[in-house]
């Protein structure tokens, strides 16, 4: 079973930064679309970021664009997501998701939660004022 583990996560001022990293247990990594979604308290899971299997096409939220950047390195089986200027609406559970283009082809909306095969526990992002 494939496995993803999400860190990074904390308590930050509004303004700050933080970096998610979300490890892959497989090393079939390199050939996974990878998304991150967030859940912030009573509301539902949203799609905030996804990348392709080499890094080369990125798709962003309207929320975020400009404010967080995806990227991956393939050589560490390993996910990341830049958080910068963070504003209070922020604050969620953020989640990493994996596709596996074995599984079910390749990733047509990258937005849609069942487009990905494989989710972390999800990792707690906290932005105070």
């Known amino acids: 079973q494939v496995q993803l583990e999400e860190s990074g996560g904390g308590l930050v001022q509004a303004g700050g930064s933080l970096r998610l990293s979300c490890v892959v247990s497989?090393?079939?990594?390199?050939?996974?679309?990878m998304g991150w979604f967030r859940q912030a308290p009573g509301k539902e899971r949203e799609f905030v970021a996804h990348?392709?299997?080499?890094?080369?096409?990125?798709t962003y939220a309207d929320s975020v664009k400009g404010r967080f950047t995806i990227f991956r390195d393939n050589a560490a089986n390993t996910l990341y997501l830049q958080l910068s200027s963070l504003k209070l609406e922020d604050t969620a559970v953020y989640y990493c998701?994996?596709?596996?283009?074995?599984?079910?082809?390749?990733?047509?909306?990258?937005?849609?939660?069942?487009?990905?095969?494989?989710w972390g526990q999800g990792t707690q992002v906290t932005v105070s004022s």
């Open positions: 998701a994996a596709d596996d283009p074995k599984r079910g082809g390749s990733v047509w909306y990258p937005d849609r939660e069942y487009e990905y095969d494989y």
């Open positions: 497989e090393d079939s990594f390199k050939t996974y679309a």
């Open positions: 990348i392709n299997w080499s890094g080369g096409e990125t």
